[in-house]
């Protein structure tokens, strides 16, 4: 049963996001609430003031990351500048946690940023209540997007957001452990849930104690959606609505427990201690796990705390068929435009630079995910390091194996990673049969969404 991805590609590290603390993950739980308050509040106004009299404009761009993005993305504003002396960049950015009550509370007060980083969880929140820009209307070349990204930003109120990278939830694999216990990698082309047990289990017993063959799923939605494809389900409907039943996520948590009790994954208190470390403590990087659930654009950064090499793995499937794994692209972030932005058609101008000028992509390369634009992909390749080649051969091998794109997560989702991770600890530690959990979490998730 699907593992999973620890993290989110919305990470502050480098390539990707690294776990996030207890404080961040409780804050972030609040974001759906809050900006459901707070956008009902918005009406007319805000963005950048008007045009000053010599014609000049300035935008404001938000964004959350670290100092190496930062760095990275204010080289792609200068490249922008250099090309378009009339607009310029203002840039305002921040940790994850921080992000997005700050954002809401500028929604609110029609001060939003003109240029906006949004997030799959919060793209649906804020595009249907308005805060949005239909970037469909303005001249952004799309044509070069892969198209389940691509779709992955359009929705009833149009084309809100344009992926800014792309990325793939997969099973990261630390070799130097498997190497230690004496264990062969598996065949990510061919195994199943059983062979990720047994082998995982196999890679426990052999290995010194407190390190085990796998990290546990369950601290938040990816791993489950995984679980819902491959048994025909689906995490949500078209229509925004949850698309399975306690049974099935009462199911996922059941494997959880039988790998838990074969010692192939870490104990209760364990997997919650690891969930509270960072990115470089995680036990993928310190060598206590030999196989961990990320998203693809955080193998970089894994590597580097790591200090040796990781290798990307193909989730299993039910059948041992690498198509029955149903992966699909995600978009790891999305670029958005305040649909209060007094400037609209530089906003666009700006976000058909980073999304299709080569110059971008020589600033950017491959910090949030593997570039969405297939030609400048191709154009920036020979200046990737060799982790982000990784990243991006894989996300290519894959391609003719992957589901259908997801539903859209709808309104209030961004409060889901929160209930499964709080039920999955219940259930570990047997504080909550897998049964108990499943109905008591489907109506919290069916409440946050409704």
Not at 120 to 132: M, N, V
Not at 155 to 182: H, R
Not at 268 to 291: F, H, I, M, R, Y
Not at 292 to 318: D, M, V
Request: glycine share 8%; net charge neutral.
């Amino acid at each position: 049963m699907p593992a999973q991805p620890k993290g989110e590609a919305v990470a502050l590290a480098t390539t990707g996001a690294p776990r996030r603390t207890k404080r961040r993950l409780r804050a972030s739980a609040l974001v759906a609430a809050t900006a459901a308050a707070v956008l009902a509040l918005t009406a007319c106004g805000g963005g950048s003031e008007a045009k000053s009299a010599d014609g000049k404009v300035e935008l404001r761009f938000a964004w959350w990351g670290g100092d190496k993005r930062a760095q990275v993305t204010q080289a792609a504003i200068a490249a922008f500048e250099a090309e378009n002396p009339n607009i310029k960049i203002k840039p305002e950015y921040g940790d994850w946690s921080g992000y997005w009550d700050k954002l809401a509370t500028q929604v609110a007060a029609n001060d939003a940023p003109d240029i906006i980083q949004m997030d799959e969880k919060y793209i649906t929140e804020y595009s249907t209540r308005g805060a949005l820009l239909d970037l469909s209307k303005y001249k952004i070349d799309t044509s070069k997007l892969d198209a389940a990204a691509l779709d992955a930003g359009k929705s009833e109120k149009g084309l809100t957001g344009i992926a800014a990278g792309i990325n793939a939830a997969t099973i990261l694999a630390n070799p130097a452990v498997f190497k230690a216990a004496g264990v062969a990698l598996p065949d990510d082309k061919t195994w199943t849930w059983e062979d990720f047990e047994r082998i995982s289990a196999e890679v426990t017993a052999k290995s010194p104690k407190g390190t085990y063959g796998a990290a546990a799923y369950g601290t938040d939605e990816a791993s489950l959606g995984v679980w819902l494809r491959q048994n025909g389900k689906s995490l949500y409907t078209d229509d925004g609505k949850l698309g399975f039943e306690p049974s099935d996520i009462a199911q996922w948590w059941s494997f959880l427990k039988e790998l838990s009790e074969k010692k192939a994954v870490p104990s209760a208190s364990e997997v919650v201690e690891a969930e509270a470390a960072p990115l470089d403590q995680s036990g993928l990087a310190t060598g206590k796990n030999g196989l961990a659930f990320w998203w693809s654009n955080q193998l970089p950064a894994l590597e580097k705390a790591a200090g040796g090499e990781l290798q990307i793995l193909r989730f299993p499937s039910k059948t041992g068929k690498a198509a029955d794994a149903k992966l699909w692209y995600k978009a790891s972030q999305f670029w958005s435009a305040s649909s209060r932005t007094k400037h609209p058609e530089e906003t666009a101008k700006f976000i058909d630079f980073l999304t299709n000028n080569v110059k971008a992509g020589e600033a950017l390369l491959a910090d949030r995910g593997v570039y969405p634009n297939s030609e400048v992909r191709e154009a920036i390749a020979p200046k990737l390091a060799k982790a982000d080649v990784k990243v991006v051969d894989f996300i290519a091998q894959i391609k003719e194996e992957l589901g259908d794109a997801p539903a859209a997560p709808p309104k209030g989702a961004g409060a889901i990673q929160e209930i499964v991770k709080r039920y999955t600890s219940e259930v570990l530690f047997d504080r909550l049969s897998t049964e108990e959990a499943g109905k008591k979490a489907v109506d919290e998730m069916k409440s946050a969404i409704s």
